[in-house]
């Protein structure tokens, strides 16, 4: 009887253990897996670092920019008053085309983008009295420091080069073609291609160096808002008429 009684009971007891290993296995393959979080970004951190950054290029930027800008004015206001006294003809035309390309310059300086100007003074004023605006704050400081590399980085492109020795070249062909004046062409091609070159090369090149630093020690993610020099607009002439075409 005894033995009967073990031999019935033997298959209920394989099929309860199968029973718990397979529901041990199942709780083990449904577990979940720790995970290791990546470590949290430190907005406060990065921010002291952009804004020492920026604080050692906002002063030589806003040198360049004044400098070359005054320049300008007063090239234009000293050509004009020659152009007023001068005793001759030939004299006046020479200084009126001065006058001409001291206004273009002067013009260009005042269109030309500063990002960095009064960027400090605004980034200070944000609220960071949460996790959100210091973030947003943080990203606002590296679209300044992108936006400044951009135009640093377009001065020293050959574009500007380009600009400028059309408008000197123009300004040679109208005293020499225009006056019949071609020494007069010559000196001022030539004045007029020395004041380029010592205006782009005096450019400063700190905040491409910056952001170039940045980019290696903190690998960011595209700035919030988009720097100039990744703002692509093309015009298309369709069936409708011109449309603009941008990527951003």
Same mark, same amino acid.
């Given at each position: 009887?005894?033995?009967?009684? #073990?031999?019935?009971?033997?298959? %209920?007891?394989?099929?309860?253990?199968?029973?718990?290993?397979? !529901?041990?296995?199942?709780?083990?393959?449904? !577990?979940?897996? /720790?995970?290791?979080? !990546? /470590?949290?970004?430190?907005?406060?951190?990065?921010?002291?670092?952009?804004?020492?950054?920026?604080?050692?290029?906002?002063?030589?930027?806003?040198?360049?920019?004044?400098?070359?800008?005054?320049?300008?004015?007063?090239? %234009? @206001?000293?050509?004009?008053?020659?152009?007023?006294? +001068?005793?001759?003809?030939?004299?006046?035309?020479?200084?009126?085309?001065?006058?001409?390309?001291?206004?273009?310059?002067?013009?260009?300086?005042?269109?030309?983008?500063?990002?960095?100007?009064?960027?400090? %003074?605004?980034?200070?004023?944000?609220?960071?009295?949460?996790?959100?605006? =210091?973030?947003?704050?943080?990203?606002?400081?590296?679209?300044?420091?992108?936006?400044?590399?951009?135009?640093?980085?377009?001065?020293?492109?050959?574009?500007?080069?380009?600009?400028?020795?059309? @408008?000197?070249?123009?300004? #040679?062909?109208?005293?020499?073609?225009?006056?019949?004046?071609?020494? %007069? !062409?010559?000196?001022?091609?030539?004045?007029? +291609?020395?004041?380029?070159?010592? =205006?782009?090369?005096?450019?400063?090149? +700190? #905040?491409?160096?910056?952001?170039?630093?940045?980019?290696?020690?903190?690998?960011?993610?595209?700035?919030?808002? @988009?720097?100039?020099?990744?703002?692509?607009?093309?015009?298309?002439?369709?069936?409708?008429?011109? #449309?603009?075409?941008?990527?951003?």
């Amino acid at each position: 009887m005894r033995i009967a009684l #073990a031999a019935s009971l033997l298959p %209920a007891a394989a099929i309860l253990l199968l029973g718990s290993s397979a !529901a041990a296995e199942t709780a083990t393959a449904t !577990a979940p897996t /720790p995970t290791t979080s !990546a /470590p949290p970004v430190d907005d406060g951190a990065r921010y002291a670092w952009l804004d020492a950054q920026l604080a050692q290029i906002e002063m030589p930027t806003e040198r360049w920019f004044t400098g070359w800008t005054w320049t300008f004015a007063w090239l %234009a @206001v000293g050509q004009g008053s020659l152009t007023a006294a +001068s005793p001759t003809a030939k004299q006046r035309e020479l200084s009126g085309v001065g006058v001409g390309q001291a206004v273009l310059g002067l013009g260009a300086m005042l269109m030309a983008p500063n990002t960095l100007r009064g960027a400090r %003074a605004r980034l200070n004023k944000m609220d960071v009295t949460t996790a959100d605006g =210091q973030y947003a704050r943080r990203k606002r400081a590296e679209y300044v420091l992108a936006a400044v590399a951009a135009e640093e980085q377009f001065e020293h492109s050959p574009i500007p080069y380009i600009l400028a020795g059309a @408008v000197n070249l123009g300004g #040679a062909a109208i005293l020499w073609r225009g006056f019949d004046q071609p020494l %007069a !062409a010559a000196g001022i091609l030539a004045a007029g +291609s020395v004041v380029t070159t010592v =205006q782009i090369l005096s450019r400063p090149f +700190s #905040a491409t160096r910056a952001w170039a630093q940045y980019k290696k020690d903190y690998s960011p993610n595209m700035p919030a808002e @988009v720097p100039p020099d990744q703002i692509n607009i093309s015009l298309g002439v369709g069936p409708t008429g011109v #449309a603009a075409i941008g990527t951003f």
